[in-house]
């Protein structure tokens, strides 16, 4: 079955600061995506994409299908990025 490695798995940042949280996949995919769910549990989209980069404000997400792998870019961390964040990805299909 498609295996999904995020990293790292808990991150604490100071305001200001800048992180990366990146995801690795066991097999070749189509798209990404990258959610932050909220502290009052709201679940935010943050990126849909296939192979290449999308910014969007303070934040940047890249997806390599090639490599397998997708990272998600927070630059200025403020207050309003606390949460979990997640990615999802949808897997090539064959006949």
């Known amino acids: 079955g498609d295996n999904i490695q995020q990293s790292p798995s808990a991150l604490s940042l100071h305001e200001g600061n800048n992180s990366v949280l990146r995801c690795d996949f066991s097999n070749a995919l189509t798209s ?5 769910q909220d502290p ?7 990126f849909y994409l296939a192979p290449g980069t999308k910014e969007n404000g303070r934040l940047k997400s890249t997806f390599e299908s090639k490599e397998r792998y997708s990272t998600l870019h ?12 997640f990615c999802a990805a949808d897997a090539q299909c064959s006949q």
Do not use: C, K, P
Not at 40 to 46: A, D, E, F, V
Not at 74 to 85: F, H, V, W
């Open 32 to 36: 990404v995506q990258w959610f932050r």
């Open 74 to 85: 927070i630059s200025g961390a403020q207050l309003e990025d606390s949460g979990t964040y």
């Open 40 to 46: 009052r549990g709201s679940l935010i989209n943050l």
